[in-house]
């Protein structure tokens, strides 16, 4: 099952990843991505191992961003992996058959690629700017989601598709018009002043 609400860690100044997935569990979320980037591997792996005992006790889904040996290892829940990260087949050699495994895409070359290798699910995006990103892929919006979920529709093909990049709580209902599945979200969850409060109202659009 593939969640409507998706979770992006993330880390500024006196904020850690295991800080913000506390937070995103305490306000309802259970679908949480760890998405570490430029980390050794050591680091990592603490980090995952931290947020999968997090995870576990709000029974919530960890997914891992970019590291299929520690997907493994931890016992995760899915692999998530981006348009320059290693193939989807590639991984799926490493951690089997049962894990969840996403994938980025910009376009619709990118979603029909994503299939192809096997995706339970493709992360759509940016939607808009988003400084959590470094080397941005261009711009969608909602008339470039509009535009490519009625050509996957055309082309007869289903993939849940998950709208991610700057996405605020006022977004989402447009978002949904559009055909997509459903969203990820970072900044409006953690800087929000009612965590809990913005994500009941975020389930209750996505239902």
């Known amino acids: ?10 880390q500024k100044k006196g904020l850690t990843h295991p800080d913000s997935i506390k937070i995103a569990l ?7 991505q760890l998405r570490i980037k430029d980390q050794p591997y050591e680091s990592v792996l603490k ?24 997907a493994k290892e931890i016992g995760a829940y899915g692999l998530h992996l981006g348009l320059n990260d290693m193939p989807i ?3 799926r050699e490493i951690v089997g058959t049962k894990m969840v495994i996403g994938g980025t895409a910009n376009t619709l070359e990118n ?4 299939i192809k290798e096997g995706a339970d699910y493709v992360g759509l995006g940016p939607f808009r700017f988003t400084s959590t990103k470094p080397n941005l ?3 969608l919006g909602l ?45 409006s969850i ?18």
Not at 1 to 10: A, E, T
Not at 26 to 32: E, L, Q, S, T, V
Not at 144 to 153: A, C
Request: charged share 20%; net charge negative; hydrophobic share 40%.
């Open 190 to 207: 953690i800087n929000a002043a009612n965590p809990g409060n913005v994500v009941h109202k975020i389930n209750k659009i996505l239902c």
């Open 26 to 32: 305490d306000a309802g979320c259970r679908w949480i």
């Open 1 to 10: 099952m593939i969640d409507k609400l998706q979770f992006i860690s993330n």
């Open 111 to 114: 979603i029909l690629d994503r």
């Open 137 to 139: 892929s261009p711009i």
């Open 143 to 187: 008339e470039g989601y509009s535009n490519l979920t009625k050509s996957l529709k055309n082309l007869k093909h289903t993939i849940p598709l998950i709208a991610i990049g700057g996405i605020t709580q006022e977004d989402i209902p447009e978002i949904i018009e559009t055909g997509m599945y459903g969203i990820a979200i970072s900044g």
């Open 89 to 91: 087949s590639s991984a």
């Open 47 to 70: 980090t995952a191992i931290e947020a999968n005992n997090l995870c576990e006790n709000y029974q919530a889904k960890l997914i891992i961003n970019d590291f299929p040996f520690i």
